[in-house]
């Protein structure tokens, strides 16, 4: 079977194997590895950060710290959870240290969003409409800001559950919670209704 098509599980046992008698085998599972999960990885960091170079060194310590000690897994379990912890543990402690304090409120917790170019009218509205969202998420609690992150970085209901260490039957309802959150945090700052609906359109 070729690397490629390994499952997580696979390749970090293949690390764990291959460490010290064979790097370049360990080091090519480590490559597959960060090449899967880079662009989720880069989702959830972006959407703590709201900018794109921290968002990078905020990857890039995530996957720094898969190189050093990559973790050992169950057969049936993938990466994506571990990763997500580690990004927003590594995230959170940097704003809460207050390393990123300068964006928190203008930049924290923004929502990664791939678009065409816009005429330069629109895209200052949908800047204005992102700072907003970010300003209502930042100031959401923490464990709502953090499922709304995860969920718009793309992870499944299962995912967010195993890395924030809850019921998985749970997450719809905590999930729906922290909408309905985020909507009256919007209404109470910036408008009416049809703004919210407006404003989610920043959000993947």
Known sequence: ??????????LLAHMHQQREQHPQAWVAAFEVLFTRHYARVYRVAHNL???????EDL???????????????????DLAPWLGRVTLNRG????????????????????????????????????????QVRAVLARLPERQSKLLVLRYA??????IATTLGIAAG?????????????????????????????????MP
């Open 170 to 202: 749970s997450v719809g309802t905590l999930l729906a919670r922290a909408e309905r959150a985020f909507i009256a945090q919007y209404q109470q700052t910036h408008g009416t209704l049809e703004d919210v609906h407006l404003a989610r359109r920043s």
């Open 49 to 55: 950060t709201g900018n794109h170079d921290e968002a």
């Open 154 to 159: 793309g992870f499944s209901y299962t995912e």
């Open 59 to 77: 990857t890039q310590e995530t996957f720094l710290a898969l190189y050093r000690q990559p973790p050992h897994l169950h057969p049936t379990d």
């Open 92 to 131: 959170y402690n940097a704003l809460r240290s207050g390393q990123r304090r300068q964006q928190r409120e203008t930049r924290a917790y923004g929502l990664t969003i791939q678009e065409p170019p816009l005429d330069p009218a629109t895209s200052l509205e949908r800047a204005e409409e992102r700072a």
């Open 1 to 10: 079977m070729q690397l490629a098509d390994m499952p997580d599980s696979t």
